[in-house]
């Protein structure tokens, strides 16, 4: 088997299965048309938000007089090339020199002398010759000159003789070596006077024999080679057993060995200094939003003419492409992490791309509303003296209808989030944490505000809350960066925030209408439109199917209470349930609610047809909701109150027909056609109206026949797997059958008789 087939098999195991599970997490369930939606949106709000704030900056020269006003429309950092410069000389002063000792070269002539005393020794043992043997004048003038032969390139003339009168003993070897040392050692400079000015700035030593540089010692005294040949003659003590001459001539010889040891390594220090220069962060100062930087009639100095060129420079389109790419990766990360949320913490929501795609336009419309509104705040403060800071003016922005719009179209988690989104956004595009503050805690204001009121005056509400928490926050940032602001500009502050929050109304409310019927959202404003009794379609039902009308009713208070109890919505339960049972309208006569004592048209038919009639009124339904235009959420549950419920009544009615004949009964022809309820409020619904049929049966509504029956029912419906696909659980189900025995045993309770009454007498018995 070859490599590549071995890597194959390898691949195929647990491997690729493990990358085909990261790579289906990655992807989330997006499909291609969600990634071209994404795209596009990504595009739009990147394009919405590149782009330099517009600012005419006049052209001055140093020292001409300036003819008008000159503010800063947003924060600006520049660099002081000037004192960066100063910094980055003061880094480079700050690097001390480099010098190398070289230990190697000491080493190497200490060395060589060593090899020269013991090759000298090698030869005086040729010629038998050692300290107690005397040497002739013959003898010496021949050694002399073998050893000159020998060992004359590292001792001149002169000193051979000195030596071999010693016979180059190792102790005087030894002498010689440690003073060599010792001067060499210290370090030898080429330069003194270099050296010198080296050491006010600072020198470390690398030293081969020593792992690490070390800083020149205070003590340390840098000597040239006179001034080394100088130390060295102090030396002279160690050769006291030597003839006076001999002493001087070895000292000479000795001078005459130094050389410099000490050297500045110039590529080390070079590299060492141009490290520090970039160490050195340029120096940058920042102009504040609204900071003045010229008045009129002000001479323009060289700091202004800085100040007023970075400005400037915030008008050079080069960076634009760079804050798209930063602006369009910064989108995708946000954008992707709503959908994944959605996907895999907001399971209720089965309308995920309908969702995303409405916040996405949601918050495309917010952040072009934010961009317009800076333009107009930009010109505002150029034409205004009173408006000089702009960033006054944005608080004015209605940044918080996106949140309103989405909490009331979706719900409150995703209007958090989407709030979130829009303050990172926000606060990117200004440059301000401040104001990414003031949007987030407005957005939290609107969002929590407008869950407490059910109707059109709500938006208004929040929009009054909203208004007067941005007041609040105002008041707390002005508090922390403890500016001076004087009463105008509080005033304008607070005025702007109220506004803030109105604008944010009225926008919401003139868009959410537009949006429920592009994006097919029901919000619970147009639930409680649609929860008017007096709806057409409801007066009609009164009328013609009574008796269905008024079980619709009771069904509508069981289901809101119920849904209430498990977190569901109840206003959707209740407006769903006025609407259930609307097919029954086309033939109300064969529904038991809406027949008259005795009279009951099945007995007439066969209980397939029966069945048939029955399951009919689920698709009149359908036809006659899309015929009064009620939205999908509610035309849904028409269908899935029943599920795929067997009708039993009928069902049985045909078993015990075919008792005695040949062939079964299809118990699939006497369901319902379904689906099974989607949501929790669709599950409560179907309960709620097998209940409130179930207790016109009871004779003596007692609360433990009412709690059994609720039991019984509740729990077919479970058994018969209904349920299986919707996010209703056992716990719920409970909280529903105590719903249920609440409202019932209040709708059966108890009544004491009317004295001098007997409403069970007929008119004939009272004559």
């Known amino acids: 088997m070859s490599t590549f087939e071995k890597i194959g098999r390898w691949w195929e195991g647990p491997q690729q299965r493990w990358y085909s599970k990261l790579l289906e997490n990655l992807r989330s369930r997006l499909t291609w048309p969600d990634v071209l939606v994404g795209f596009c949106a990504t595009l739009f709000v990147s394009a919405t938000l590149i782009g330099f704030r517009y600012q005419v900056i006049p052209d001055y020269k140093a020292g001409q007089i300036a003819d008008r006003d000159v503010r800063a429309i947003q924060d600006v950092t520049y660099e002081d090339s000037a004192a960066t410069d100063l ?158 001459p001999d002493q001087a001539l070895l000292i000479k010889y000795l001078e005459d060995t130094l050389f410099p040891t000490l050297l500045y390594n110039r590529s080390e220090t070079e590299s060492r200094r141009a490290e520090a220069i970039l160490r050195v962060q340029p120096v940058e100062l920042q102009i504040r939003q609204g900071q003045t930087i010229v008045r009129s009639g002000e001479q323009v100095t060289p700091n202004i003419l800085l100040q007023m060129n970075a400005m400037k420079k915030l008008q050079r389109p080069r960076s634009l492409v760079w804050q798209f790419g930063g602006y369009f990766l910064l989108a995708v990360i946000l954008f992707y992490s709503l959908w994944r949320y959605i996907v895999f913490y907001q399971v209720r929501h089965r309308q995920i791309r309908n969702h995303m795609t409405l916040m996405l336009a949601v918050i495309a419309s917010e952040l072009l509303t934010m961009r317009l509104a800076t333009a107009l705040a930009d010109i505002l403060s150029e034409r205004f003296p009173r408006f000089h800071d702009p960033s006054i003016l944005y608080y004015g922005i209605p940044f918080a209808f996106g949140a309103l719009l989405i909490t009331l179209l979706v719900d409150v988690n995703l209007g958090i989030l989407s709030s979130l989104t829009l303050a990172i956004l926000a606060g990117v595009f200004y440059g301000d944490i401040n104001l990414a503050a003031y949007l987030i805690i407005g957005s939290l204001a609107g969002i929590y505000s407008i869950r407490q009121y059910k109707d059109r005056a709500a938006i208004l509400k929040a929009g009054l809350t909203i208004g007067i928490v941005n007041i609040l926050c105002l008041a707390s940032l002005d508090i922390l960066r403890q500016i001076g602001l004087n009463l105008t500009d509080v005033l304008d502050q607070f005025v702007l925030a109220l506004l803030s929050g109105m604008l944010a109304a009225a926008l919401a409310s003139m868009l959410l209408p537009a949006l429920e019927a592009l994006f097919k959202i029901v919000t619970d404003i147009r639930l409680l439109e649609l929860s008017n009794l007096n709806a057409p379609i409801l007066r009609r039902l009164s009328v013609e199917a009574p008796g269905t009308y008024h079980h619709s009713l009771m069904v509508a208070t069981l289901a809101e209470v119920a849904a209430e109890s498990v977190g569901a919505n109840s206003l959707l339960a209740r407006v769903a349930a006025y609407y259930h049972d609307l097919g029954k309208l086309l033939k109300p006569e064969y529904f038991v609610e809406n027949q008259s004592y005795g009279s009951n048209k099945h007995e007439e038919i066969p209980p397939d047809m029966s069945s048939a009639i029955l399951a009919s009124h689920v698709k009149d339904g359908l036809q006659l909701a899309k015929e009064s235009g009620l939205p999908q959420r509610i035309t849904d549950m028409i269908p899935q109150h029943h599920g795929t419920r067997v009708m039993t009544y009928f069902y049985q009615k045909a078993k015990d027909a075919m008792i005695g004949k040949a062939g079964e009964i299809d118990e699939a022809s006497f369901r319902y056609p379904g689906p099974k309820p989607q949501s929790k409020e669709a599950a409560i619904i179907m309960m709620a109206d097998s209940v409130e049929a179930a207790s016109r049966t009871l004779s003596e509504p007692a609360p433990a026949l009412v709690q059994g029956m609720i039991d019984r029912l509740i729990d077919d419906i479970v058994r018969d797997d209904q349920c299986n696909e919707c996010d209703i659980t056992l716990r719920d189900v409970q909280l529903v059958k105590e719903s249920f025995l609440k409202i019932l045993t209040g709708i059966f309770h108890h009544r004491i008789d009317y004295p001098g009454y007997d409403f069970k007498a007929t008119a004939s018995d009272s004559r």
């Open 87 to 244: 910094k980055r000389a003061e880094a480079e002063a700050g690097v001390p020199s480099v010098y190398q000792l070289d230990t190697d070269l000491i080493a190497e002539r200490e060395k060589t002398i060593a090899a020269a005393f013991s090759r000298a020794r090698e030869i005086l043992g040729q010629n038998l010759v050692n300290e107690r043997s005397p040497l002739t004048p013959t003898m010496e003038r021949d050694l002399v000159r073998r050893l000159t032969n020998q060992v004359g390139r590292t001792f001149p003339p002169p000193v051979i003789p000195i030596l071999l009168r010693q016979h180059f003993n190792s102790v005087l070897e030894g002498r010689v070596l440690k003073i060599l040392d010792a001067v060499l050692r210290d370090g030898i400079v080429s330069d003194r006077g270099k050296f010198l000015k080296d050491q006010r700035t600072g020198i470390v030593i690398r030293d081969g024999s020593f792992p690490f540089d070390h800083s020149l010692a205070d003590s340390y005294m840098a000597r040239d080679l006179p001034a080394a040949r100088e130390y060295l003659r102090q030396f002279h003590m160690e050769f006291s057993d030597l003839r006076q």
